[in-house]
């Protein structure tokens, strides 16, 4: 992966079913549903942290919740929150009814999951919105998490925040490289409902073009593992960014050629191509051939929409929050900075 491309962002400025939802993935979503976008926070708001993905301790998340608190909110930790089952932040039924209790929790105004990893698709049909559709609040994560945001986008027509989490937050923040800093920053500016806007330098892969839809997406290996479930994404009309880690290439030509034969590709306003990081080597003698360029302009041939490489999301330390499901614009220039803005 090319990182000399200079990136940079500017901000200005318990089970239930109570919602009806399809016993299997119908091939539209309801999109006639208004979006919410969740209240903005102020100071004194209360976020809480749960993990309903992957184990983490307290100790931690620690510099998350000293550097939450110097921005003016409280803190709620739950449950889950030095827990441990095997991998997960502890088992299906703790993890299940420690989200629900802070999504249910009315002074809570937002959610981080502490980590990644894996476990939320083990949950997400369990989880009962009815509530949350009342009275929205921010949910924050990524990786695994991106089947929670896939999940609120499709059924619910709910914004939420695709961002770093508690185990990317550095204990000591002002010592931080300014990459790191503007990466965590960009948290609270999203959650306190500044404009967002991304600039990304020049790449000769890109293609150029303007296109404006809602923002959706993700991991790429969470996004397949949703396929065909009622967390699956429907992509017309929409910008997609793209994601992973620790993959094969051969893995991600598959994955991304389930999204064209899917269709996911076809009709898209725009396509970023975030961070494709730790890609595992070939073994011997079966080399796939293709960089991840290659295996992305391949499978969008003849299919006219700008694409942006090296988007500055993803497992890697320029990783900015994004406002799922909110409507964006995106100008990949001819031959300059391409840009992402937020849509007021």
């Known amino acids: 992966m090319d990182r000399k491309n200079f990136l940079s962002l500017v901000c200005t400025a318990g089970a239930g ?3 009806p939802l399809p016993s299997k993935a119908s091939n539209i979503p309801d999109e006639s549903l208004p979006l919410k976008i969740p209240p903005y926070l102020k100071r004194g708001d209360i976020i809480g942290i749960t993990c309903p993905a992957g184990y983490i301790t307290y100790d931690d998340i620690l510099p998350a919740i000293r550097i939450m ?3 003016g909110f409280e803190v709620r930790i739950g449950k889950t929150v030095g827990d441990r089952y095997y991998t997960f932040g ?3 039924e703790h993890r299940l009814d420690d989200f ?3 999504l249910d929790d009315p002074e809570v105004k937002a959610i981080m999951c502490a980590r990644g990893g894996y476990g939320i698709a083990r949950i997400i049909d369990d989880i009962d919105f009815s509530k949350f559709r009342k009275r929205p609040k921010w949910l924050i994560g990524f990786s695994d998490i991106t089947v929670l945001h896939c999940h609120l986008d499709r059924n619910l027509q709910v914004a939420s925040l695709h961002s770093k989490m508690c185990n990317s937050f550095p204990e000591d923040f002002t010592g931080a490289s300014q990459e790191v800093q503007a990466t965590i920053l960009s948290i609270k500016e999203a959650l306190t409902g500044q404009r967002m806007v991304y600039n990304a330098a020049y790449n000769e892969q ?3 073009g303007k296109g404006r839809g809602k923002l959706i997406g993700g991991n790429l290996s969470m996004l397949q593992s949703i396929a065909a479930t009622r967390s699956d994404i429907h992509t017309k009309g929409k910008i997609l960014f793209l994601e992973d880690t620790g993959e094969y290439l051969y893995s991600l030509d598959r994955m991304m050629g389930n999204l064209q034969r899917s269709g996911k590709l076809d009709q898209l306003a725009g396509l970023l191509i975030g961070g494709f990081t730790k890609i595992k080597p070939d073994d011997p003698g079966e080399e796939f051939g293709k960089s991840i360029y290659e295996i992305v ?4 041939a003849g299919i006219n929409f700008p694409v942006c490489f090296d988007f500055p999301v993803g497992h890697i330390k320029n990783n900015y929050a994004l406002k799922c499901g909110i409507i964006h614009e995106l100008n ?5 900075d391409s840009s992402l803005v937020e849509i007021r």
Request: charged content about 30%; hydrophobic content about 40%; overall charge negative.
């Open 297 to 300: 302009m391949e499978k969008i």
């Open 90 to 92: 502890g088992t299906d």
């Open 332 to 336: 990949v220039a001819e031959n300059g």
């Open 206 to 208: 890109n293609r150029p």
């Open 17 to 19: 079913a109570a919602i």
């Open 69 to 71: 608190k110097d921005w």
């Open 100 to 102: 629900q209790t802070l």
